[in-house]
């Protein structure tokens, strides 16, 4: 059952040090920098974070990084013209890095979320990151096989929830924030705008509230959150 | 297909040249995802009419030109970061939705650009292999494999003038026998179950072509 918390530190309040976390957003699109904010206030260490990045510049996950809470990162493109903070941790072997194919990233955490103990993907078939793997020829093709990837928590950021935890998201920032909430323990949102059942129109819903378990609402948020989506 | 630009023939093609080549290359109708860097310049030079729809890994169809000034959305960006714009019929999804459309193969065409493609379709283009550096593959190995077909965008020649089009990688793969055709500014090459057509040369003979490249074309 979802639950209204009323600011981001109590959000994240009780993560445990060594969790594995879910961060939603590719790049700055859709991350939840309110709730990374509250965990670096938080003190939690020894995280596994899971992003598509390692961070852009030296905010929101790039701070978490500098901060030095971050062990290992799993991520799909850590390399970009702004990760210099990623970048200088890694070169130093002060953060892990698992490599994974973006799409197979999603998909790990899709499995995890959906109960499926694991499964051949075609992605990497032949490559350095399916080095090591099961491989298996299904009707002519080669699959390597991926395990789920599974959060201890995640947090993603929503442009509207209902007090049940029913979600809807903006444009691309949408990206992993769906697939996130159904594989983490628990799933933490921060989104701009909290309105009662049935505000939301049930058809539109794109994250049903069974997945999501504490709901913040993030003031302040620009004012281009508040108009352009549906429901 | 037929080829509905002439350029002349005599002289490598330009970046803009190559990217207006490929751009007529796409069949009407087709769902296509262009790959960071040169392959994007393509979206400029589609034909408006054409029915092609952009795909972009970060979860959306029907991506528009690029954003500017007043228009630009942090919310609404292609999988390069850049800020773009929403064409009418749009559609947004999430992360493991849009890689289904490329692994579960509704996915037309992507244009991917290469380090090096083999004779025989290997591709590579996510990694140099150096020590140093750190790698980065995002969804390259998902669309390598995923779309119905795959096209490379490259410059034939690296820097230090030798072949990208080779008869076996030698950086680290993407994917295995996923790429059907390599557009470059000295030629178009098609790869067929027979061996590499060269549909066109540009600013050199394909005699002289086949010998730099170390390869004896299939004719067709």
Known sequence: MATVVGDADEAVAGIPDGSTVLIGGFGTAGQPIELIYALIRSGVKDLTVVNNNAGNGRAGLAALLANGQVRKIICSFPRQADSYVFDELYRAGKVELELVPQGNLAERMRAAGAGIGAFFSPTGVGTPLAEGKELRTIDGRDYVLEYPITGDVALIK????????????RKTARNFGPVMATAAKITIVQVSKIVEPGGIDPEVVITPGIFVDRIVKIAGVSPLAETGAAG | ??????????????????????????????????????????????????????????????????????????????????????????????????????????????????????????LANWHTGAPDAIPAVGGAMDLAI???????????FSKDGSPKLVSKCTYPLTGLGCVSRVYTDYGVFLLTDHGVVARETYGISRDDLAERLGITFWDT
């Open chain 2, 146 to 156: 995923g779309a119905k077909e795959v096209f490379v965008l490259m410059s034939l």
């Open chain 1, 158 to 169: 929503a442009l509207r929830a209902d007090t049940l935890g029913n979600l809807v998201y």
């Open chain 2, 1 to 122: 297909m037929t080829i509905q630009l002439s350029f002349d023939r005599t002289r490598p093609l330009s970046r803009d040249d190559l990217a207006r080549l490929v751009a007529a290359d796409i069949p009407p109708g087709s769902y296509l995802n262009l790959g960071i860097g040169q392959p994007t310049r393509i979206a400029d030079f589609l034909d408006p009419d054409s029915g092609v729809i952009l795909h972009t890994e970060n979860g959306m169809l029907g991506v528009g030109p690029q954003a500017y000034g007043d228009d630009i959305d942090p919310d609404l960006i292609n999988a390069g970061k850049v800020p773009v714009t929403e064409t009418p019929g749009a559609a947004y999804f999430h992360h493991a939705d849009s890689f289904a459309m490329m692994r579960g193969g509704h996915l037309d065409v992507c244009v991917l650009g290469a380090f090096q493609v083999s004779f025989d379709g290997d």
